[in-house]
């Protein structure tokens, strides 16, 4: 008899975690319900508390970063086109004075 390969959603996966650690559903239960090994349980909660951290990550602060980010490249920017005409000015006056 073949098993066949069973995908869940992300939502299915933290509603079966949600279910054990909240509710308290007995986790032999939830797996013959859900058709997983107890390991598949752990390794979902394992992957849920180690990501949690971004589901709590204060959006704002990124926003406030990203556009931190955007004005610094843009100053780089600028500072690199000066730099660029001051080193072409610099060839042009060395060329004209016959230094090389």
């Not at 008899?1 to 239960?29: C, I, P, W």
């Not at 920017?77 to 660029?84: D, G, P, Q």
Request: hydrophobic share 35%.
């Amino acid at each position: 008899m073949e098993r066949k390969k069973r995908r869940f959603t992300a939502e299915q996966k933290v509603g079966y975690v949600r279910r054990h650690l909240v509710e308290k559903v007995v986790l032999s239960d939830l797996c013959d319900e859900a058709g997983i090994q107890p390991s598949q349980y752990y390794r979902w909660q394992r992957a849920l508390f180690e990501n949690g951290e971004a589901a709590l990550s204060d959006k704002r602060g990124q926003k406030a970063c990203d556009r931190q980010i955007a004005e610094l490249e843009a100053k780089l920017a600028t500072k690199n086109e000066v730099m660029s005409e001051l080193l072409e000015a610099h060839v042009a006056l060395k060329k004209s004075l016959g230094v090389s």
